[in-house]
C-alpha cells in the first residue's frame, strides 16, 4: 500500500472549506469533515516538526503519530476526498505548524477553515490566531468523541469546593447508564471497587500473562522509520519493538484481544509492577483511543459485555470502566477548565532540573532504571509506574514540574496535552496544590518494593533512611514529611502520615535533612 498516491484532484482555488485534520483527531466521524463537497472543499493534514522538536521525543511516539496520519490519508483519499498531505522529509526545513499553515490558507484562499476543536490549548489558539491573521474564518466543532463536553464538565464543576474524579464518575454511570441497575443504584452495590485492584504480584512472580496482540510495521510504518532514523537521529527511544496500531481496523482487534485475554486479570493486579511483566494485564489502548482510532463508548461497551458474559469478573470490568469512563472525561475536563494556569502551577516552588539519567536510565536506583528503561523500550509506562516512581521521585526531589511535564510528553506513545499536562501537574507532582487530588502521592521506598520486584538485587534498601545504602526514594520521603510536616499534619489524608515525623528524635530529623541534601546536591550521580 503506497501512502503517496494516487491523491485525488484537489478543487481550484478559492476554496469553499478547508478542513484541517489534526494527528490526533483519525477518525472518519470527525465533525469537521461532515458535508465535504469535493468539487469545492479540501482536508489538509500537516506533519510538523514543532512537537517533535518542542520536547525530545520519543521515537516511537513520532512514528506511531506519523504512521497513524499517513495511514489515514489513505483512507480519506480511498472515499474519493481532496486530501493535501504536508509531508516530513528527512531533509525538509524546519517549519512551524502555523507557518505550513498560514502558506496553505494564503494558497487556497477558503472562505472558511473548519476543524474540530483540538485537544491542545496552544494548538487551539495558534489556529484561531493563524486564521484570524490571514482573515480566514475558523468554524471550530465540539469534538463528539469525548462522553462529556467541555461545556458538560465546566457545569458540573460550578459552584464545587474540590473536584473528585469519584461524584464525577457516578454522574457519568448514571448519565450513560454503564454498570448500573434499573433502580439507578450501581451493579454490585458498590460504585467502585478500587480496594479490590490494588495487590502486587506474588513474590514468585505474575505467572503466564497473555502477551498483546502485535502489529508488524507495514511499508508505511516502515517509510516513516526511515525518516525518523535519519531525521531525528539524536532522540531518545527505540523502534525495534514498535507494535502499536496504527489504523481503526488495528486498533479494534487489540480492544477485542484485550477484553478476551487480559481484562479478566486487569483489575486484581492494575497497581503491580514486575521487570519481566512490563505490560502486566493493562489494555495498550490509550495511544488508540487519544488518537480517535478507538471510541470510548466502544471500549466501555466492551468491558462491560465482557463482564455481562461472564468472562471478567465485575471489579475487573469496572475497574477498567472507571479509567475511560471516570478519569479519562474527568482529566480532560479538568484541562480545559483550567488552562493556561495549569501549565504555570507549582505549588511546592520546586526549580530543580531534570536529572539526565531520566533520559537514557543510566541510574543506580534499580527501580528508575527498570521504568525508564522500559519506557526507553516501549514507549510506554503504567500509571503506577508513571505515578509512583517517576512521578513521585520527581515531586520528591523538588523538580521543575514544566521540566516533568515536558518529560512525560516527550517519552510516551500515548501522550497528548490534555492527558498528560494534568496528570503530572495535579496528579503526580500536586503542583496544583490539590485542585483535584486529595493528598500528594507519596511512599517510601518499601512501597515500591511491596508492588514490585525492582528493589531485588539494588545497590540501595528500601528500609534503610541513613547510610551509604539507604534508599533515595525512601530518604527523600522522609525528608519531604519533616520539610511540610506543619502542612501535611493539617490535611486530613496526609495527617496520618505526618505524625509519624512526631516520633523522630531531633538528631534522626537532622541526618535524614543532611543525607538528603548530599542526595539532591548528586542527583546526576544517584
Not at 489558539?125 to 461545556?151: E, K, M, W, Y
Not at 497528548?416 to 501537574?425: F, I
Request: glycine share 8%; hydrophobic share 40%.
Amino acid at each position: 500500500m503506497s501512502f503517496d498516491g494516487p491523491a485525488n484532484a484537489i478543487p481550484t482555488p478559492p476554496l469553499r472549506r478547508l478542513v484541517l485534520v489534526l494527528g490526533d483527531q483519525l477518525w472518519l466521524d470527525n465533525p469537521a469533515l461532515v458535508g465535504l463537497d469535493r468539487q469545492r472543499d479540501a482536508v489538509l493534514m500537516i506533519e510538523s516538526d514543532g512537537e517533535a522538536r518542542a520536547v525530545w521525543n520519543h521515537k516511537a511516539r513520532i512514528a506511531l503519530f506519523l504512521s497513524a496520519m499517513r495511514h489515514f490519508a489513505v483512507a480519506l483519499r480511498a472515499r474519493g476526498w481532496p486530501v493535501l498531505y504536508e509531508r516530513l522529509a528527512f531533509d525538509s526545513p524546519p517549519l512551524k505548524f502555523q507557518e505550513q499553515l498560514a502558506r496553505r490558507l494564503r494558497a487556497l484562499r477558503p472562505q472558511t477553515l473548519e476543524y474540530c476543536e483540538p485537544g491542545d490549548w496552544a494548538m487551539a489558539q495558534d489556529l484561531q490566531n493563524t486564521a484570524q491573521a490571514l482573515g480566514v474564518r475558523a468554524v471550530v466543532h465540539p469534538d463528539p468523541h469525548f462522553l462529556c463536553s467541555i461545556g458538560q464538565f465546566a457545569q458540573w464543576a460550578r459552584g464545587r469546593r474540590e473536584l473528585r474524579m469519584e461524584f464525577f464518575y457516578r454522574d457519568m454511570r448514571r448519565r450513560h447508564r454503564v454498570l448500573l441497575e434499573p433502580d439507578g443504584q450501581p451493579t454490585g452495590g458498590h460504585w467502585n471497587f478500587d480496594a479490590d485492584n490494588r495487590a502486587g504480584y506474588p513474590r514468585s512472580g505474575p505467572g503466564p500473562i497473555p502477551e498483546p496482540t502485535r502489529f508488524a510495521p507495514d511499508a508505511i510504518t516502515l517509510e516513516v522509520f526511515d525518516l525518523i532514523q535519519r531525521r531525528y537521529t539524536g532522540h531518545p527511544g527505540r523502534l525495534e519493538r514498535f507494535a502499536w496500531p496504527v489504523t481503526r481496523a488495528q486498533a479494534l482487534v487489540a480492544l477485542q484481544d484485550f477484553a478476551q485475554h487480559r481484562l479478566p486479570g486487569f483489575g486484581r493486579h492494575q497497581d503491580a509492577m514486575w521487570t519481566t511483566a512490563p505490560l502486566g494485564w493493562h489494555s495498550l489502548l490509550s495511544a488508540a483511543l487519544n488518537l480517535h482510532l478507538l471510541d470510548p463508548r466502544e471500549v466501555v461497551a466492551a468491558a462491560a459485555e465482557a463482564w455481562r458474559a461472564g468472562r471478567v469478573p465485575l471489579a475487573d470490568a469496572e475497574g477498567f470502566i472507571r479509567q475511560i469512563l471516570g478519569w479519562r472525561e474527568f482529566i480532560r475536563g479538568v484541562y480545559w477548565l483550567d488552562m493556561p494556569a495549569l501549565a504555570h502551577a507549582n505549588f511546592f516552588g520546586h526549580d530543580r532540573p531534570l536529572p539526565d539519567w531520566y533520559w537514557t536510565g543510566d541510574t543506580q536506583m534499580a527501580c528508575m532504571r527498570a521504568v525508564i528503561g522500559q519506557t526507553l523500550d516501549l514507549g510506554y509506562a503504567h500509571h503506577i509506574q508513571r505515578l509512583m516512581v517517576t512521578g513521585q521521585f520527581a515531586l520528591l526531589a523538588g523538580i521543575a514540574p514544566p521540566a516533568v511535564c515536558d518529560w512525560y510528553l516527550a517519552v510516551y506513545v500515548d501522550a497528548v496535552d490534555w492527558v498528560e499536562r494534568p496528570n503530572t501537574t495535579g496528579m503526580a507532582l500536586y503542583a496544583n496544590g490539590g485542585r483535584f487530588t486529595s493528598k500528594p502521592y507519596i511512599a517510601s521506598g518499601q512501597y515500591i518494593r511491596r508492588m514490585s520486584n525492582y528493589c531485588d538485587g539494588c545497590r540501595y534498601r528500601p528500609q534503610a533512611r541513613s547510610g551509604d545504602d539507604a534508599c533515595p526514594v525512601t530518604v527523600l520521603f522522609w525528608n519531604f514529611l519533616i520539610r511540610h510536616e506543619r502542612w501535611l499534619v493539617r490535611q486530613p489524608r496526609t495527617a496520618p502520615m505526618a505524625r509519624h515525623v512526631t516520633r523522630l528524635s531531633h538528631a534522626e530529623r537532622l541526618d535524614t535533612g543532611e543525607q538528603a541534601q548530599r542526595l539532591l546536591d548528586n542527583l546526576d550521580r544517584l
